[in-house]
C-alpha cells in the first residue's frame, strides 16, 4: 500500500531559479534562505520517497484567464517546462506516475472534486524551482503528480475548500494498492503583494500565525475568506491555498520538523517548511 511519509513547504519566487543558475547559495542575500534546504535533504535522505505530490498555482505558462480550472491534475509520464520569460534556465523534464494520477482523478471525482484532468501539462517556476531546491542532484531520483490550484484569477476556492481538497488526497494516496512512499509538496507564499498600491507588502506576524496554526490547527485558518486572506497576506499571498491542500494531505497527527522564515527573496517572505505525520513515522519506524 502507499503511504505518506510527510510534508514539505516551500515558497517558489522565480528570482531564486536565477539564483540556483548562478549558484549564489552562499551570497550573502542568499544564504539564509538556501540553508533553510539543508534540513529537507538530510530528512529526505532518511525517508526516501519514491513519488511527491505536488500542489502549486499555475502562472500564465500552460493555462491562461481564457481558460482556467479552479483545480487540475496532471496524468503524464513525463512533464516538461518552457521558457517564462524570467531568464532562469528551462528544467530539464520530470517524470510522471500517470498511475497514481488517474487514481488520484477516479478517487477526486468520488468524492465530488471535478477535476480538470490533464494527459499533457507545462508545469512552471511554482514546481521546477521547488524540485530543484529540494532535490539539487544532477538527476530526478522521484516522480511526481503535479496538482494545480487557481489562485490567479478570482473568484478563488476556499481555504476550507483547498484543505478539503487535500484530505480527499490524502485519503486516495492510502487506498492506492502500490507500494509507494508518497512525500506531499505545497509551494508559493508566504505573503506578498506584486502590484497596486501595496506592492512590496509583507506580513510578518500574519505569516507566523499561518506558521504555527496550519500544524496543527489548519481549520482554524478557513475561518479567513480569500479577501481577508488578501488583506493580512497581500494579493500573492494566496498562494497559501498550495499549502492548506498540502496539510490536508496529511494523514494522522503532523509535527513540524523544521522551520525557515526568511524576509525578503525577492519581495516576498520565504518559508520553508518539513512537516511529520505520527502514520508516516509509524511506518518508517516498523
Ligand atoms: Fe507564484
Not at 533553510?36 to 505536488?54: E, I, M, N, S
Not at 522521484?142 to 476556492?157: C, G, M, S
Not at 509583507?202 to 486572506?229: M, Q
Not at 496539510?247 to 519581495?267: D, F, K, Q
Request: hydrophobic letters at 40%.
Amino acid at each position: 500500500m502507499a503511504i505518506i511519509v510527510g510534508g514539505v513547504g516551500t515558497t517558489h519566487v522565480p528570482a531564486i531559479g536565477k539564483a540556483i543558475a548562478e549558484k549564489k547559495h552562499n551570497d550573502p542575500y542568499w544564504k539564509p534562505f538556501f540553508k533553510g534546504f539543508d534540513y529537507v535533504h538530510y530528512w529526505l535522505a532518511r525517508t526516501k520517497p519514491d513519488v511527491a505530490v505536488v500542489f502549486y498555482n499555475d502562472h500564465g505558462l500552460n493555462f491562461f484567464l481564457d481558460k482556467l480550472p479552479t483545480f487540475a491534475i496532471g496524468a503524464a509520464n513525463e512533464y516538461r517546462s518552457e521558457d517564462e520569460g524570467w531568464g532562469i534556465p528551462v528544467s530539464r523534464p520530470i517524470p510522471g506516475d500517470a498511475g497514481l494520477s488517474w487514481h488520484l482523478i477516479n478517487a477526486l471525482v468520488a468524492d465530488e472534486f471535478d477535476v480538470t484532468m490533464c494527459q499533457e501539462m507545462l508545469i512552471d517556476h511554482a514546481v521546477t524551482i521547488p524540485m530543484a531546491l529540494i532535490w539539487p542532484g544532477p538527476a530526478w531520483p522521484i516522480k511526481i503528480v503535479p496538482i494545480e490550484i487557481n489562485t490567479v484569477q478570482h473568484p478563488l476556492p476556499s481555504l476550507e475548500r483547498c484543505l478539503k481538497l487535500g484530505r480527499s488526497v490524502g485519503r486516495a494516496i492510502e487506498s492506492y494498492k502500490q507500494d509507494l512512499r508518497t512525500v506531499i509538496i505545497g509551494t508559493g507564499g508566504l505573503s506578498h503583494q506584486l502590484d497596486g498600491q501595496r506592492a512590496g507588502f509583507i506580513n510578518k506576524e500574519f505569516d507566523r500565525l499561518c506558521l504555527d496554526k496550519i500544524v496543527a490547527e489548519p481549520d482554524a485558518l478557513t475561518g479567513y475568506s480569500i479577501h481577508d486572506w488578501i488583506k493580512e497576506s497581500g494579493s500573492q499571498g494566496v498562494e497559501f491555498l498550495n499549502w492548506m491542500a498540502m496539510r490536508g494531505a496529511l494523514t494522522g497527527r503532523v509535527s513540524e520538523l523544521n522551520r525557515n522564515y526568511h524576509i525578503p527573496i525577492s519581495n516576498t517572505a520565504a518559508a520553508t517548511v518539513v512537516y511529520d505525520t505520527e502514520s508516516g513515522a509509524a511506518r518508517q519506524a516498523a
